[in-house]
């Protein structure tokens, strides 16, 4: 199983970003999806969760409003398009896969790769 995300960057404060994670190895739409985040001396915490179709999904406060997940069942994708971005969004971001939705946070099934997001202000 793969989980491989790209998309992070350096943005100034206010801009945009779009992370994608492309998954392999697996029956992507038996998983819901997820993107979690991790600063430097900060624990990983969650950011948003999608359904296995894609008909519902969930953020934390700190983001709602500025952060859309979406995701493929075709390309076997899920995306987070990040707006508004604050200094406070950098970190890497990592995606997720878990069977059961809403996710759980510690039983996350398989990790992906981080992507570094910096925001500058």
């Known amino acids: 199983v793969q989980l491989q995300a790209s998309g992070g960057g350096l943005v100034q404060e206010g801009g945009s970003l779009r992370l994608s994670c492309t998954v392999s190895?697996?029956?992507?739409?038996?998983?819901?999806m997820a993107w979690f985040r991790q600063a430097p001396g900060k624990e990983r915490e969650f950011v948003a969760a999608?359904?296995?179709?894609?008909?519902?999904?969930y953020s934390r406060d700190s983001v709602q409003g500025r952060f859309i997940i979406s995701r493929d069942n075709i390309k076997n994708t899920v995306d987070l398009q990040m707006n508004s971005l604050k200094p406070e969004d950098a970190a890497v971001y990592y995606c997720?896969?878990?069977?059961?939705?809403?996710?759980?946070?510690?039983?996350?099934?398989?990790w992906g790769n981080g992507t570094q997001v910096t925001v500058s202000s």
């Open positions: 190895g697996l029956i992507f739409n038996n998983y819901a």
């Open positions: 999608i359904n296995w179709s894609g008909t519902h999904t």
């Open positions: 997720a896969a878990d069977v059961s939705y809403p996710i759980t946070p510690l039983g996350m099934h398989y």
